[in-house]
Nanobody, 121 residues
Framework: QVQLVESGGGLVQPGGSLRLSCVAS????????MGWYRQTPGKQRELVAT???????DYAGSLKDRFTISRDNAKNTVYLQMNGLKPEDTAVYYC???????????????WGQGTQVTVSS
């Protein structure tokens, strides 16, 4: 199994910045895609951004100008730099990874526990 631990959420004023981190741990696994999703009460979880092992990124269209996803493959860590935060960015942000155990070919997905981001003055 792969466990994910997120950090970096908190309260920030509009226009401010936050950097989220997510570390994946476990034994004998390979990670393919790492990403961030977010969810607000009463709404479905939505994509924020993903990044492949090779560094190819994908963003929700409206966020690309303000958010940057990156990863450190050696540390099994994915980051989300969020700039120009707006109140509508308030949500629980979840880390997600697509991975497989080294002894099998089946891909699996794991979710972090979520970290709260609140943008408010």
């Amino acid at each position: 199994q792969v466990q994910l631990v997120e950090s970096g959420g908190g309260l920030v004023q509009p226009g401010g910045s936050l950097r989220l981190s997510c570390v994946a741990s476990g034994s004998s696994f390979s990670i393919y895609v790492m990403g961030w999703y977010r969810q607000t009460p009463g709404k479905q979880r939505e994509l924020v951004a993903t990044i492949t092992t090779g560094g190819t990124t994908d963003y929700a269209g409206s966020l690309k100008d303000r958010f940057t996803i990156s990863r450190d493959n050696a540390k099994n860590t994915v980051y989300l730099q969020m700039n120009g935060l707006k109140p509508e960015d308030t949500a629980v942000y979840y880390c997600n990874v697509v991975w497989r155990a080294t002894t099998v070919t089946t891909l699996r997905t794991s979710w972090g526990q979520g970290t709260q981001v609140t943008v408010s003055s």
